[in-house]
């Protein structure tokens, strides 16, 4: 079966295919950009291919996993690693570091990729726990490298923005290929993996 992106599908990919070119600029100068201001946090996720992939998948996950299209089933992951995203971000920027933010962003591929694969049923419960403790260490992450309410501001919309690209990609994969969702999350998955060896 021929995977053919729906028009919200399609619409999810040009906005984040918009969105990727600016990525080229968010790191300018000697000291990689003055992360101030909306725009340095808008461009943040953009900028490392980990936590775009992440931000990425939970939005597919949520998008096959909900028993239906639409409400708060469709949408609780991401609302959830929205707003643990911007507490561990909190965290970080007033200086309370978190332990091993790296594997942790590296088994959150890892676990995310599976998650998107394998489409396990999951109690809503245990999904939002398991999402929003990964959010906490992605935030914690960008916390330390970001300063400021607009450039927080900037990098939960550009988040938002990742997950309704996700959750479009997710919704057109959902009916229409498991193959495209198993590849998509194998790849996630190995991609993981290998950042705990780097």
Do not use: K, N
């Amino acid at each position: 079966m021929t995977f053919r992106p729906s028009p919200a599908g399609r619409a999810g990919l040009a906005a984040l295919a918009a969105a990727l070119p600016l990525a080229a600029a968010a790191h300018v100068g000697a000291d990689g950009a003055a992360h101030h201001g909306f725009a340095s946090g808008w461009l943040h996720p953009f900028t490392g291919i980990d936590h775009l992939v992440a931000m990425l998948a939970v939005g597919v996950w949520s998008a096959v996993s909900a028993p239906r299209v639409g409400g708060m089933a469709y949408a609780r992951g991401p609302l959830a690693f929205a707003a643990l995203l911007l507490a561990g971000s909190l965290l970080g920027a007033a200086g309370l570091a978190l332990p091993a933010v790296e594997p942790m962003i590296a088994a959150s591929l890892l676990v995310l990729g599976l998650l998107v694969a394998l489409r396990p049923s999951l109690p809503p419960a245990a999904g939002v726990a398991l999402v929003g403790v990964f959010a906490l260490f992605h935030g914690g992450a960008h916390g330390v490298e970001l300063s400021g309410v607009a450039a927080l501001a900037g990098m939960v919309l550009a988040t938002a923005l990742l997950h309704a690209a996700g959750l479009a990609i997710g919704h057109a994969a959902r009916t229409r290929s498991v193959w495209f969702t198993r590849l998509a999350g194998g790849a996630a998955t190995l991609f993981g993996a290998g950042l705990f060896f780097t």
